[in-house]
């Protein structure tokens, strides 16, 4: 298993061969997708397979990019990433990019699970006060988890602000029974 600290590496040369923030977001797309596929079981473990040679790895991983129209430069990285043995750890180098990425654009991810699908002006509302917080452009991310009852859970930059009924709920109770 890879190191975050090697991961970081990989993902900081890959931003380092660029600064134009249109570009930046399209190879972190096309990193991302490329890692999903060669994430796939199967896919996974043909590249695995002590029976390919690295050539043949580079080929096979260079084919799965030309069919998800991945452009040359991350095509290029990614031979590089395959020819060092570190396929299998592309996820974590995207990841690694994504979040390198989101600190050179001045913007952060939150997760915000919600006790059933939020309507746009919930989400828009909390997002604006998402920001006001961490003083940057809020990615968020949407889940639905049906157990909060009410109300949603948002996770930012490690915190975890709980303003789901449930929790409220059984904080309620301790204060009930003592």
Do not use: N
Not at 20 to 32: C, F, P, T
């Amino acid at each position: 298993m890879m190191s975050l600290k090697a991961a970081r590496r990989y993902a900081r040369a890959l931003i380092g061969l660029s600064r134009e923030s249109a570009q930046l977001e399209r190879w972190g797309a096309e990193l991302e997708r490329l890692a999903r596929a060669a994430a796939d079981p199967e896919v996974a473990t043909l590249l695995a397979s002590p029976t390919l040679t690295p050539q043949a790895r580079v080929q096979t991983i260079d084919h799965i990019a030309e069919r998800l129209a991945v452009g040359f430069p991350v095509r290029s990285f990614v031979a590089v990433v395959t020819r060092h043995g570190r396929v299998a750890e592309l996820e974590a180098i995207s990841q690694a990019y994504q979040h390198m990425l989101d600190e050179h654009l001045g913007r952060t991810r939150a997760t915000l699970t919600f006790a059933r699908e939020p309507d746009d002006a919930q989400v828009k509302m909390l997002v604006e006060r998402l920001a006001a917080i961490a003083g940057k452009t809020i990615i968020p991310i949407i889940k639905v988890d049906a157990a909060l009852l009410g109300g949603v859970t948002t996770e930012l930059e490690g915190r975890i602000y709980d303003g789901s009924l449930s929790t409220q709920l059984a904080e309620a109770e301790k204060r009930l029974c003592g």
